[in-house]
């Protein structure tokens, strides 16, 4: 008998998968896909490099370098606040906003065939069941 645990696992690696290679005609992998999609989703209010640290829970030097590399592409912009200059701010380019629905069409794909030959029903049933054990998680995690 399998673990819980297996198939989150296998189910996670190959969504990864699925993502990485229809991201790879967008010239893009998935962490910096996962920076569009939070400056996407922040686009009210301007997002410093430390909250996108903590949204992604990366490494300082790891999310730099995904950065670099969307600045080079043409996907986001630095600026410098002007009062405190250690405070970067991460805009989303007018590039970035027209590969959005792209991006976006990836994960509509995807999700279309996960839930393919489930029905409604079901899929609404695993939507609660995934949303509790989220919560199960995060509320051990606090614990400690």
Do not use: W
């Not at 912009?77 to 002007?82: A, F, L, Q, S």
């Not at 069409?105 to 054990?133: C, G, R, T, W, Y």
């Amino acid at each position: 008998m399998f673990h819980y645990g297996y198939y989150f696992k296998h189910i996670n690696i190959e969504i990864n998968k699925y993502i990485q290679q229809h991201l790879q005609t967008l010239d893009l992998t998935k962490p910096q896909m996962d920076i569009l999609f939070i400056l996407h989703k922040h686009k009210d209010h301007c997002i410093t490099l430390k909250e996108l640290q903590d949204q992604l829970q990366l490494s300082y030097p790891t999310l730099t370098g995904l950065v670099h590399r969307l600045e080079s592409k043409g996907y986001v912009e630095r600026r410098i606040n002007e009062k405190d200059k250690r405070i970067h701010y991460i805009i989303e380019t007018e590039e970035a906003k027209k590969i959005h629905h792209q991006i976006r069409h990836v994960f509509q794909d995807l999700e279309s065939q996960l839930m393919k030959n489930i029905d409604e029903p079901a899929q609404q049933s695993l939507q609660s069941m995934l949303i509790q054990i989220l919560q199960n998680i995060e509320m051990e995690e606090k614990k400690c």
